[in-house]
């Protein structure tokens, strides 16, 4: 993900990285990265800003968030499969993802719906 990211950031920003990569642990998953730098086993984890504000790594310590303009969107999409045992019941989940009380709590994680511009 660093090196994707990088491609976005100033030269200034790539110096620093130049700094720090050899530090870098790369983890398998968002949650085992969260994982690290809660548990002391990594002083700086790049996360997801929903998962920053999730109440478990909120009191965790303190986050800055990196200006979206630094990374591509990462987007994010539902679909219900036309197999499913439940068929019913995924789309009524899909439609529960739509209901305005929904949006405004995923936005309070930084979630947009489709769309909505970046900051």
Same mark, same amino acid.
């Given at each position: 993900?660093?090196?994707?990211m990088?491609?976005?950031w100033?030269?200034?920003?790539?110096e620093?990285?130049? *700094?720090?990569?050899?530090? @870098?642990?790369?983890?398998?998953?968002?949650?085992? #990265?969260a +994982? %690290?730098?809660?548990?002391g086993?990594a002083?700086v984890?790049?996360l997801?800003?929903?998962l920053a504000l999730?109440p478990?790594?909120?009191?965790?310590?303190?986050y800055?968030?990196?200006h979206?303009?630094?990374?591509p969107?990462?987007e *994010?999409?539902?679909v219900? @499969?036309?197999?499913?045992?439940?068929l019913?019941? #995924?789309? +009524? %989940?899909?439609d529960?993802l739509k209901?305005?009380a929904v949006?405004e709590?995923?936005?309070s994680?930084?979630?947009?719906?489709p769309?909505a511009s970046?900051?």
């Amino acid at each position: 993900m660093a090196t994707v990211m990088l491609m976005h950031w100033p030269e200034v920003t790539r110096e620093i990285y130049d *700094q720090v990569r050899r530090k @870098l642990v790369p983890g398998e998953s968002i949650s085992q #990265a969260a +994982q %690290f730098a809660q548990s002391g086993g990594a002083e700086v984890g790049l996360l997801a800003l929903s998962l920053a504000l999730s109440p478990t790594m909120k009191t965790s310590g303190t986050y800055v968030e990196i200006h979206d303009s630094y990374y591509p969107a990462i987007e *994010q999409a539902g679909v219900v @499969l036309a197999r499913s045992r439940q068929l019913e019941r #995924a789309q +009524q %989940f899909l439609d529960l993802l739509k209901q305005p009380a929904v949006i405004e709590m995923l936005a309070s994680y930084d979630f947009q719906p489709p769309g909505a511009s970046r900051r």
